[in-house]
């Protein structure tokens, strides 16, 4: 929400600097996004009266100016504005001052061979308005050679976040009442002036819907002219909030929302028939809104419609062909209260947001109905004039205030503070909260936030200073603190570390990707698709991490890095049973480019392959607490992955941790990104937990004895995996054997065909006293008869 400082003190009465004012909403609970100085895009522009103003010689829309800016000689101008003649005052960028309108610098040059030493500007130009059928012209008694800035008096704008509790403070009015109540001044309430009306309404008004709509009132004016514009300071208020002029009429409803927080409606009369009411939508009906829209709606919806339809999609967004124009001469005004309920359901289903939406969906002041229709009334008759009738109220606002039980001591007790009752109640009755002597606390119907107690301490907690607050330890049990990190928590971190260890880059990417990007990392499982994404490159929930760190690579490679060694340990999303959200925690990893650059002593440089995204699961899955040495490697990686050039890791035939290898040159397609590219993804929620074991590591007990190896050759088929030669080999004794690797391989001249030699390096462990010879052959034997079950053979 923004607001300039000059529409803030009109409900408040303060001497407090910007910065100031800036702390004190921080404080209170109003988080200030950023403070906007107009005076410094206005820098370089100053007041100029026009001195001549002759035809320029080559151009018959341009005339040639000298301006006097008040100190120095006059200065040629080259303009192109047809009010531009001698006498009249303007603003004029002189040469290194920066147009607001589109960030042009101006410079001294020549146009058409004329040389110009600046621009005379228009009101658009300024981002003052819309206005830009010619220059800026002020009145005569505009000084000239003052900085524009400090004539149009300039004032700085706040930006804050309300948060969504606070719809009380979604005007500027009630930001104005929470910064009084924290002592920055004195509040000054707008009191509605009393309307003198003519007639009676000529339009029945009546709400059909009580649920939806329990109150809706309206009064008609006659006789508006909509063709003047709004006054200046409206439009100044108006600008400085965001919002672009559009009409006296349109201006004055959009004044009454940003200023008191309170959203209404103008109807072009000539454009109704019959009752305008309040009522149930019929399912089928259609309405084009103000953005030119046609939205279909359902009999959940409430809106506002006369015997011909429907006119405005209530609380929401009015409709097209009912708004005033210039022509308009009779007006219906409709200020109402909305179930909150129903305009966030009614506004989620059409995906339509606004600035109404926003405010009654959170809960508007149910009592400012009278008061705010009479404030749009007095705005609408000074500018436009108009003959207003009596008020038309059909139902009753849910007015009924809230009494909360007190006890001031809660404060202290919830709050940390030691906050003197007397203070406690004054701070609540600065925010117009009624305490009687019992300290029963009557609540404002706006403060639909109020709920209890525990809200009461809040109030008086954050505008007495939450940052006096002492800071105290939590108590803690003697001794050495319990771990309070979870199991999986342990083994992300020890990833972490094991792949940094490993040369190996973390990165964070987004948990949405474009819907395309997810459907092709979904395997068939049905994604979740935010109905109201940040943009549509992020709209669906990612089923996997590899496309984020797939995409991440790419611009590493754009930017001409030579290789990327990427992973990320985050959540894949699915849909569960029941339509309920699945998270599972995985680690992604992505290898591309060279694995290393070329040398002189290695000559090319080498890529990386579907090995290294082994070695690489391989080494984590074991960081992870995974009993590797049991994995089996199986095929069925997924269709992203290249079918010769990927595999899986599995405990069991249907338990898979991990898959790796490269990827199909299609996906590769599909990102944009140069192959090979080899990819890793492991299933942490898949990796066993580990029985037993406690906080403590076991002592570190080396064995007493010195190992000893023996080295075996094999034939074998020519497509035996060599990892099932060696889990065989394992097997023949798992006691003494503590590790078995394959340290050659070979298939050539002297092996038979359709064989290969695989040869094996066992380490044996002895354990109290050293092996005797016949221990070792038994040992032996046992490792060839289990390599014999594999189809290989010992080689003589």
């Known amino acids: 929400m923004k607001f300039s400082l000059e529409w803030l003190k009109y409900f408040l009465e303060t001497d407090a600097s910007v910065a100031d004012i800036a702390a004190a909403l921080n404080r209170i609970g109003h988080e200030v996004e950023g403070i906007e100085d107009p005076a410094d895009k206005l820098e370089g522009f100053r007041i100029a009266k026009v001195l001549t103003a002759a035809k320029h010689p080559d151009a018959d829309k341009l005339q040639v100016l000298t301006v006097d800016t ?31 309108a589109n960030g042009m610098e101006l410079r001294k040059s020549a146009i058409r061979g004329v040389e110009s030493n600046g621009m005379m500007c228009s009101v658009r130009e300024l981002e003052l308005g819309e206005e830009h059928d010619g220059i800026i012209e002020l009145p005569e008694d505009a000084p000239v050679g003052q900085t524009f800035a400090e004539y149009h008096d300039a004032s700085p704008v706040f930006d804050v976040a309300i948060t969504p509790n606070r719809p009380d403070c979604m005007g500027v009015q009630g930001i104005a009442r929470d910064l009084a109540a924290a002592g920055l001044g004195t509040f000054k309430p707008v009191e509605a002036s009393a309307i003198s009306a003519s007639g009676e309404c000529p339009v029945e008004i009546r709400t059909d819907d009580p649920e939806g709509c329990p109150a809706f009132y309206g009064r008609v004016i006659r006789g508006v002219d909509n063709t003047k514009p709004s006054p200046e300071w409206m439009q100044r208020r108006l600008i400085a909030a965001g919002q672009r002029p559009i009409s006296a009429l349109v201006d004055a409803t959009n004044y009454l929302m940003l200023a008191f927080g309170r959203p209404a409606h103008v109807y072009d009369l000539a454009k109704l028939s019959g009752a305008v009411v309040a009522r149930r939508a019929q399912n089928g009906e259609k309405v084009e809104a103000l953005n030119e829209k046609t939205y279909t709606l359902d009999d959940t919806m409430t809106v506002i419609a006369d015997d011909n339809g429907v006119h405005d999609i209530a609380g929401i967004m009015g409709g097209e062909h009912s708004g005033a124009t210039e022509t308009t001469t009779d007006v219906l005004l409709e200020i109402a209260y909305f179930d909150p309920e129903r305009i966030g359901v009614t506004g989620r289903k059409l995906g339509l947001a606004s600035d109404a939406r926003t405010r009654f969906e959170r809960g508007v002041d149910p009592e400012y109905l009278d008061d705010g229709l009479a404030i749009l009334t007095s705005l609408i008759t000074k500018t436009c004039g108009g003959q207003p009738t009596e008020v038309v109220r059909a139902g009753q606002p849910p007015v009924t205030a809230q009494t909360i039980k007190f006890d001031p001591r809660l404060t202290e007790r919830l709050g940390g503070l030691a906050v003197p009752q007397e203070e406690q109640r004054a701070i609540l009755e600065s925010l117009d909260f009624k305490v009687s002597d019992d300290w029963t606390v009557t609540c404002p119907p706006r403060r639909h936030d109020i709920e209890g107690p525990a809200d009461l301490v809040e109030e008086v907690v954050r505008i007495h200073g939450i940052d006096e607050v002492e800071s105290k ?139 290294d995204a082994k070695a690489e699961a391989e080494a984590l899955l074991e960081a992870a607490g995974a009993p590797v040495g049991n994995l089996m490697v199986m095929g069925e ?51 066993p937990a580990k029985k037993g074991g406690g906080f403590a590591r076991a002592a570190y007990s080396p064995p007493a004895l010195q190992a000893i190896t023996r080295d075996f050759a094999f034939l074998v088929p020519a ?36 064989k290969k030699s695989v040869a094996v390096e066992v380490i044996l462990q002895p354990g109290e006293k050293s092996f005797t010879d016949e221990e070792i052959k038994a040992i032996s034997d046992n490792i060839v008869k289990n390599a014999a079950k594999q189809g290989a053979e010992l080689r003589g």
């Open 637 to 687: 990686a997924g269709d992203q992955f290249h079918p010769g050039q990927s595999a899986t890791l599995r405990l069991g035939p249907k338990n898979v941790l991990a898959r790796f290898g490269a990827l199909h040159p299609n996906t590769l397609k599909a990102f944009d990104i140069d192959g090979p590219v080899m990819a890793v993804e492991i299933f942490l929620d898949a990796i």
């Open 719 to 754: 497509d035996l995996a060599a990892g099932d030669l060696v889990k065989a080999v394992r097997g023949a004794d798992k006691k003494a054997i503590v590790d078995a690797r394959v340290f050659d391989v070979f298939a050539g001249q002297g092996v038979p065909e359709g």
């Open 473 to 611: 330890p939590l108590p803690r049990r003697p001794g050495v603190a319990l771990p309070t990190a979870t199991p999986l928590q342990q083994a992300e971190r020890k990833l972490r570390r094991a792949a940094a260890a490993r040369g190996l880059n973390e990165a964070i990417t987004w948990s949405f990707l474009p819907t395309d990007e997810a459907e092709h990392f979904a395997d068939g499982a049905e994604l979740w698709v935010l109905e109201n994404p940040i943009s549509e490159d992020m709209k669906a929930m990612r089923p996997s991490l590899i496309p984020g760190l797939l995409s991440a690579a790419k611009r590493n490679a754009d930017r001409g890095a030579d290789g990327a060694r990427l992973f990320e340990i985050g959540r894949r999303y699915f849909r569960g049973t029941n339509g309920a959200s699945d998270e599972k925690p995985t680690l992604g990893l992505v290898l591309s480019g060279e694995k290393t650059a070329r040398g002189w002593s290695n000559g090319k440089g080498a890529k990386f392959d579907a090995y």
């Open 70 to 100: 008040g100190e120095g000689d006059p200065l040629q101008v080259v303009c192109g504005a047809p009010n531009a003649r001698a006498g009249m005052k303007g603003v004029l960028g002189l040469p290194g001052a920066v147009v607001p």
